[in-house]
């Protein structure tokens, strides 16, 4: 039986001499392999299709194991994101944590629109750490965890400075700061973006240009919240993280000079 689907490729491995195994999360199914006979040929019409970030219409075969994909009608090639050393490498790390959030045939069509609309910001050039932070923070409820963000996570007040706390499960006002000496001391702007990034619809994302110092906070606490709620592995960030020091050497980490790379 052929099915038709939309959908976007997430994790691709080699079978064999020629073949190749893709998996793909859809809108229709969620996320499914299939397999792709003859995509490692470069004259294969799969072996377009079949490479990791493509955004297409697929048709595969459903059989008794995995099925076979026939062919494929581009959405999108991802062309930005493939000629970009930085932007693939951040659409691989979240394209692996989609793949670590999801289950096999589990179908959330806002997910797949969260995938869809991430890639295309980063191909059509937005910051590709600031799209990495958003999705990052849209993903926790996938893995089931719900930092508290509009109010203290301890007292419930909505106004205050505040810090976030690992310990209490989100942000921590001035009033509750001793009840967690650990909670990571963030600027109010940080604050404000955690909520954002948390919220915000992402189709509505205006142009984002982030001072080096904010995305060094938003990027301490998401990792670390990630690293004791979430703890899967990634096997993409340690590449990520290599190539943020390259860029840090590239760029020189003086603030005077940070300031000049905030922006795309
Ligand atoms: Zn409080």
Redesign the pocket.
Known sequence: MLQKCEGIVVRTSDYGESDKIVTIYSREFGKFAVMARGAKKANSRLSSISQLFTYAYFLFRKGNGMGSLQQGDLVASQRGIKEDLFKSAYAAYMVELLDKAVEDRKTNPYLFELLAQSLSYLNEGYDEEVICLIFEMKLLPVFGVQPVLDR?A????TE?HFSFSIRENGL??H??WSNDSYALKITPQTVRLLKLFYFLDLNRLGSVSLQEQTKKELRLVIRTYYDEYVGVFIKSKSFLEQLDRMKTVLHGDSPEENKNNTTK
């Open positions: 203290c301890h007292c419930g007040e205050g921590l006002c009033r509750c």
